[in-house]
């Protein structure tokens, strides 16, 4: 009876879909599988990424500099690296900026939203600290974003400031293609092509967002063995138990 009800739903989802992106291509990454752990080397290029490239418009305000011990950093390097940057206490808008230090969160490259937009055509280069988990597919968007600009249909008309990237969400994204090859030079050696850096920045701002995974799966892997144990006792003892009462 409500079979129309149920047809119009189906219309209008797929009249909304329409606007999404394009479905990202699924990689594989070492950290996604159950046991899955983050390659450092991978992590320590992909904050290079980061800090010379992505850092010029996105902040990543939830990792503290201390934090990068984690991925394989000294503590002198992060020492010396926090008092790269100025900071100032956030409660305290007068306070003079000073040196930062490792217990500090990496400073933001605009200091409002306001003239984060005014710099941006409008558009918000969002805080990245999350960003591989709040959207669908995580790495694998992030990934398809930073390698995806195409040159513009001849049938889409680009709006000011805006670039075709079929991946976004409506096309036009008003980030202009970051990644160019070669853009940086990588202190491991490693080339800098679009798809490494764009790889490397996705497996970096993954941990950054879920810097506990490897403890998580670790844990993981404890409980089942423990549950293993567990079930194997309980047999032992039933068996046992039966033996006593035949
Ligand atoms: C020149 C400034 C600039 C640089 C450099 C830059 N971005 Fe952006 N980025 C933006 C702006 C502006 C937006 C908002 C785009 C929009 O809303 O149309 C954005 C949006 C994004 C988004 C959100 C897309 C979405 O689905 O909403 C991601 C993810 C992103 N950038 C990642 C990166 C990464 C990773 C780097 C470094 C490799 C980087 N950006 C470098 C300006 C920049």
Known sequence: MYWWLALVFIVLNFSVRAEDGRTPIPQHWSFKTPLGTFD????????????????????????????????????????ALAASYTVKEEEDAD????????????????????????????AYPVDLSLITKGRGQGPDYLYALLT?????????TLFEGRSYNPYFQGGQISM??????????????????????????????????????????EMGVKVLLFL??????????????????R
């Not at 764009?198 to 967002?209: H, I, K, M, Y």
């Open 228 to 245: 293993l144990v567990l079930t194997g006792l309980f047999y032992g003892v039933y068996q046992a138990l039966w033996k006593l009462v």
């Open 95 to 122: 306070e003079e900026e000073r040196p930062g230090r490792p217990g500090d969160r990496v400073p933001s490259p605009f200091s409002s939203e306001k003239k984060a937009r005014e710099a941006n055509w409008g």
């Open 148 to 156: 995806g600009y195409e040159p513009c249909p001849k049938d889409v």
């Open 40 to 79: 450092k080397k991978e992590l320590q290029r992909g904050f290079q990424v980061y800090k010379e490239v992505c850092a010029a418009c996105h902040g990543i305000n939830q990792l503290r500099f201390r934090e990068l011990e984690k991925i394989g950093f000294t503590k002198d390097q992060v020492k």
């Open 176 to 217: 202009p293609p970051p990644l160019i090859d070669n853009i940086i030079t990588y202190h491991d050696g490693t080339l800098a092509t679009i798809p490494q850096m764009a790889r490397d920045v996705t497996a970096f701002l993954s941990w950054v967002a879920e810097p506990e995974l490897e403890n998580r799966h």
